[in-house]
């Protein structure tokens, strides 16, 4: 555990020490992402648009849905939507982090543990932008800004923390076992209809909403509502809260000493 823990802090002090490296990277890897293609990086911004705009118009055009507790069912979608977006695409991206970039692995002053971050990093630039478009549709319809708007960032740390802990997991498995990238994939889109995205918690029995609550998706989720619609702070939900980190933490330490006891086996099976 104390070894973990020293990683740990020696990893932040590695980020901070090559934030421009980082940086540097997260530009690589967004343009390499559509490279080839006419419209370039404008594509990470074009499918998740295209995507809310067809949700809307089905919903809200087609279905007409109703309001959710008297708010409009778009903007109390997209706050699910957004963040999830994120959670899912640095997850998925970072999960073949290692594997994609296998000529930095044999460098051994480079930190491998760092591979993962830039595509979180490449994840977080798409969802400023979607967070600006969050904003943006709230003013449409005449909501204006709140104090309880400023706990995106919270939320947003809180998603970094936990993708971070699942990425270093499930980077270090997919290198001796590929298949690890499809499975994670089959657990987000199971995920995502697992966590009340589309539909309201309520609509569940009472008996079984604890469970639900249990996946960490959930306090993220409606942790964007909180700051957008309920006007709610997070510590006003105490067993939630702790329940999140206490996980969180769980996964980041077990993702941090999985990949550093696989760490030096990697150049051998790459």
């Known amino acids: 555990m104390m070894n973990i823990c020293k990683s740990l802090r020696g990893l932040i002090g590695d980020i901070v020490a090559n934030r421009k490296l980082l940086w540097q990277m997260t530009r690589r890897d967004f ?7 006419y419209l370039g990086i404008l594509w990470a911004f074009i499918q998740p648009t295209v995507t809310v705009l067809i949700f809307w118009f089905v919903f809200q055009v087609g279905f007409k849905a109703v309001p959710v507790n008297n708010f409009p069912f778009i903007l109390w979608l997209v706050c699910g939507m957004f963040p999830w977006f994120f959670l899912s695409d640095s997850i ?17 002053v ?26 943006a549709m709230f003013a449409i319809y005449g909501y204006p800004v709140t104090i309880y708007n400023l706990q995106i960032i919270y939320y947003l740390f809180a998603m970094i923390c936990l993708s971070l802990g699942l990425s270093w997991l499930t980077a270090s498995l997919t290198v001796f076992l590929r298949d690890i990238g499809q499975f994670v994939a089959m657990i987000l889109q199971f995920g995502f209809w697992g966590t009340p995205i589309f539909w309201n918690l309520q609509m569940v029995p009472e008996q079984f909403q604890f469970f639900l609550k249990l996946n960490p998706a959930y306090y993220l989720v409606e942790g964007y509502r909180q700051s957008f619609i309920y006007d709610e702070w997070f510590w006003e939900h105490p067993c ?8 969180t933490a769980l996964v980041m330490f077990i993702g941090a000493w999985c990949f550093k006891k696989l760490r030096p086996h990697f150049a051998d099976v790459l």
């Open 31 to 37: 343009r390499q992402r559509y490279l080839g293609s």
């Open 92 to 108: 998925l991206s970072a999960t073949n982090s290692v594997i994609e970039s296998s000529f930095l692995v044999k460098k051994i």
């Open 110 to 135: 480079f930190r491998v543990e760092l591979l993962p971050i830039v595509k979180i990093m490449s994840a977080l630039v798409v969802h400023v932008f979607f967070v600006a478009v969050l904003f």
């Open 240 to 247: 939630l809260t702790a329940y999140f980190w206490a996980f």
